[in-house]
């Protein structure tokens, strides 16, 4: 689904944010708080730096009141983005979060539940974040203080440049881990878990994870963001099943092993005929797929994820 809004924006956006799941967003600029719902553990990354205060672009009230909702703001000086994660549904778009934008202004926002999209845009946010500084009270007492005289724009700065790449997606061959590994390996997998399900976008989905040990590329560069499909073989002479592609949303790191955490949907057990998606690689030009293989299908991804849809 890809729709685009403009004057029906807000309405559409209040709408999605009421009962959801969890939000992440990044926008510039937040004067208001009129048309997204915040709730506990939703994330805001924006401009709350003293010259976006100053200039009356960011109201140190608007945070307040997020802040009391219990989401997590973040401070990100020289942003510009307006984006934001709905449980499944993506915005990109030109507006802030003003009372003026998309009413005294016209605005274009692509609204998406594309998983490449999501994937991108949450990797993005992701990246953001680590680029931010924390809201919290102390910081909102010290923004409150600053007295605001409104202007055009902010003054000019040096900007931090984020490079989100591109949402690679991966064809990845697994089995059944042995008991001893996962006895061995139960608190670290516990640790990871944890971590996982705080990045859950929706509560209609779960986290799964896929253990990758030794060297290989797609250890090296899968990342959160990343998709993967899965080619699962529990032993030799089992069934091969073939799983819709889901997104890598915690790499969990250690020296002999990785644990890439997916996002997968709560009770979707669907999997596919290896033969017949094999078939549809070749297709499209992938030569020499096997159950084994492991490697990138990046340059064909909306083709190949429109062979398991």
């Known amino acids: 689904m890809n729709q685009l809004l403009s004057a029906d924006l807000w309405p559409t956006l209040a709408e999605l944010s009421n009962n959801h799941h969890r939000l992440w967003a990044a926008i510039s600029y937040v004067s208001t708080t009129t048309h997204l719902s915040f709730s506990k553990n939703d994330v805001l990354v924006c401009d709350a730096s003293d010259n976006a205060i100053k200039a009356g672009m960011t109201s140190a009230a608007a945070l307040r009141n997020i802040f009391h909702d219990g989401a997590k703001i973040y401070s990100f000086e020289g942003l510009h983005a307006k984006t934001l994660i709905v449980d499944s549904k993506v915005v990109i778009g030109s507006a802030n979060l003003s009372e003026n934008a998309g009413i005294k202004t016209c605005e274009a926002s692509l609204l998406s539940d594309d998983q490449q999209i999501r994937t991108l845009v949450r990797g993005f946010i992701e990246q953001a974040l680590k680029n931010s500084k924390p809201v919290d009270k102390l910081f909102l007492k010290r923004i409150e203080a600053i007295p605001v005289m409104r202007v055009e724009k902010c003054p000019e700065r040096n900007l931090r ?30 640790r990871g878990q944890d971590q996982a399900n705080k990045k859950l976008m929706n509560g209609d989905y779960k986290t799964e994870y896929i253990r990758w040990a030794g060297t290989s590329r797609f250890r090296s560069e899968a990342q959160a963001g990343h998709l993967v499909i899965e080619v699962y073989q529990k032993r030799r002479g089992c069934r091969i099943e073939v799983y819709r592609a889901a997104p890598i949303i915690h790499k969990q790191n250690h020296g002999k092993w990785t644990r890439f955490w997916l996002e997968r949907p709560l009770h979707e057990n669907v999997y596919y005929s290896w033969s017949e998606f094999k078939a549809d690689l070749e297709r499209l030009g992938f030569k020499n797929i096997s159950p084994k293989s492991t490697r990138e299908l990046t340059k064909r991804a909306s083709q190949v994820l429109a062979c398991l849809e």
């Open 161 to 190: 440049q984020l490079n989100v790449g591109i949402s690679k997606l991966w064809l990845v061959s697994t089995g059944k881990l042995s008991e001893r590994i996962v006895a061995a390996e139960a608190s670290a997998e516990k």
